[in-house]
């Protein structure tokens, strides 16, 4: 029979039926492949070209003969959605090449029917693509669509909107590989969707963020496991790994009205935010004050450039004082923000700039200002000592962190045993390398580095190991205050920080320190260094300076 013939058969099969029932075109296809010396049709469907390179992808044969091939003709199509679908034609190994004509008649088959064939599985696979990243999760575009037609039918009224960040799981993927930190991953995503059940939406929303929709039925459920939970990650020895995260939850009221899915993300963003940065609150409930604050936040991050170039950020100095002969032997720099006739202190912007990397701008702007008073009383022949400038943990970002201290530093002119660089705590192995490194290329520059906060963070014994620091700053947390409680936890512990800082040739200086008890207290345990408001408070330039000129502070011996 003639090609043509068949071929306008299976056409108007095809066309004439709601569904494909391949087993009735089957015949028609058999004789057109046999008619071609055909011995299979593939067909691959691919979520982008990326997924392609990856091979990971749909394969539909769409006939096979069971005959040996090899590929005489191959198709690639990229659709608008980016998906990539490749058609391919195996000719009968052995079997007579087509000629021209019939190559032709084989692609224009190719290009219709085989397409047409395999349209309901390409259909699936074009959805799936559309509501699944490339790992498997429902993507943002799933959640969209999902929450829209809540929203269209009346029923988001009730529910609750979460979005939530996975802590630390930087730390999870160095612990037990990328690979099983993927599972670990995915089994916390799989049963908060069990959780949740049909009546709720889950996505990835990036990385490991996540937003979902569920009804607050289950809401104490969901809290619950999203406060922490054990994963297991190796299935024939049950070792398990702690997950949390960071939750912003909106309760969407009755009378709710979406306009557009950001009335709820930029809520539950907020909250989840507000509860990464508190440090302390696993989850934050949202509340109309979080829009003020949101306002408020923007407000600073967009003021803060001009803020930078018309100087309305101050550097304050508090002493460090020797507390056996009130002797300044050097101060902390601090940031003070002068806006609009009032001080803006460090509680209300820093939290803000280190959402960003604006905090980085402020650290480098505070510590070139700080060369520039050294400079200064270098040149007018007073007395000078080191100064400690702060740097956020965000610099450790920066590759080339060491050689823009070094610009600022040596631009003004400084002696380096003048400048002391204050580093805190890190909470990853990534941060510790890049933390080593930096420390160690200050060390050989000359420049004086200090572990500031030490014993608030989680690897404190392997930081001061590690790293080749010269001060440990101890947190005011760890002070004893009742000179009496010898056995207590604080004045046991001090005790033996401070030995150790002695022992491992640390300069030890005690922060926050307030009364009379602490500075004995200090004695006790030979800490001879020490900075707080029994002291002074940060001061302003010019009435630093003027405790400078006295040199020293009276104080009870």
């Known amino acids: 029979m003639d090609f043509h013939v068949i071929f306008e058969k299976m056409l108007s099969e095809l066309n004439s039926m709601k569904k494909i029932d391949f087993q009735l075109v089957e015949k028609e296809m058999s004789s057109i492949c046999d008619m071609f010396r055909i011995s299979k049709i593939v067909t691959k469907t691919y979520q982008n070209s990326k997924c392609e390179e990856k091979g990971v992808g749909d394969v539909l044969i769409s006939y096979d003969n069971g005959k040996s091939g090899s590929i005489a ?80 039918e009346e029923k988001l009224g009730g529910k609750a909107a979460i979005h939530f960040n996975l802590k630390h799981f930087a730390l999870v993927n160095s612990r037990i590989g990328r690979n099983l ?44 496991y999203l406060s922490g939970a054990a994963v297991v990650y190796d299935v024939k020895t049950g070792d398990r790994i702690m997950v949390s995260a960071s939750v912003g939850v909106f309760l969407i009221p009755d009378d709710f009205v979406m306009n557009d899915v950001g009335d709820i993300l930029d809520k539950i963003i907020s909250a989840s935010t507000a509860a990464k940065i508190s440090g302390k609150q696993n989850i934050v409930f949202y509340s109309d004050e979080m829009l003020a604050e949101k306002s408020k936040v923007m407000r600073i991050q967009h003021i803060f450039p001009d803020a ?23 101060a902390e720099a601090l940031c003070r923000w002068f806006h609009e006739g009032r001080i803006v202190f460090p509680a209300e912007f820093i939290p803000v700039l280190e959402q960003g990397l604006e905090i980085c701008r402020l650290d480098f702007y505070m510590l070139d200002h700080v060369c520039k008073d050294l400079r200064r009383w270098l040149d007018e022949g007073g007395n000078v000592v080191r100064v400690s400038v702060n740097l956020s943990r965000k610099h450790m970002v920066d590759i080339d962190l060491l050689e823009h201290i070094l610009e600022i530093v040596d631009r003004n002119n400084i002696p380096h045993e003048y400048i002391e ?33 030490f014993g ?46 002695r022992a491992m040739g640390l300069e030890c200086i005690a922060e926050g320190v307030e009364t009379q008890a602490q500075v004995r207290a200090l004695r006790k345990n030979k800490c001879d260094l020490a900075q707080g408001f029994l002291f002074d408070k940060p001061l302003p330039v010019e009435e630093f300076e003027q405790r400078l000129r006295a040199g020293r502070y009276d104080i009870e011996i």
């Open 456 to 501: 608030m963070g989680y690897s404190s014994l392997n930081l001061i190991k590690e790293i080749p620091w010269n001060v440990m700053k101890v947190d005011k947390n760890f002070i004893p205050d009742d000179e009496n409680s010898e056995k207590c936890a604080n004045d046991i512990m001090f005790h033996y920080v401070v030995g150790m800082a």
């Open 421 to 453: 660089i204050e580093l805190t705590e890190t909470t990853t192995d990534v941060e510790f390398r890049d933390l080593k490194r930096t420390v160690s290329g200050l060390q050989q520059a000359g420049i004086c580095t200090s572990v500031d906060d």
């Open 73 to 152: 003709l191959s198709t690639r199509i990229v659709t608008d959605m980016m998906n990539v679908i490749i058609c391919e034609v195996f000719l009968i190994d052995g079997a007579e090449p087509w000629t021209a004509e019939e190559a032709e008649t084989v692609s224009f088959f190719l290009d219709t029917v085989t397409v047409y064939m395999s349209r309901n599985r390409i259909d699936e696979a074009a959805k799936r693509f559309a509501f699944y990243d490339d790992d498997g999760y429902h993507n943002f575009r799933y959640f969209i669509r999902n929450i829209q037609r809540a929203a269209d």
């Open 308 to 330: 930078l170039e018309n100087e309305e950020f101050r550097v304050f100095y508090q002493p460090k004082v020797n507390i056996n002969t009130g002797e300044i032997v050097g």
């Open 181 to 224: 930190g993927s599972m670990v991953m995915h089994s916390f995503f799989n049963t908060v969707e069990e959780m949740i059940g049909s009546s709720g939406v889950i996505c990835r929303f990036g990385g490991d963020n996540f937003v979902l929709l569920c009804g607050r039925e289950c809401l104490n459920d969901v809290l619950g």
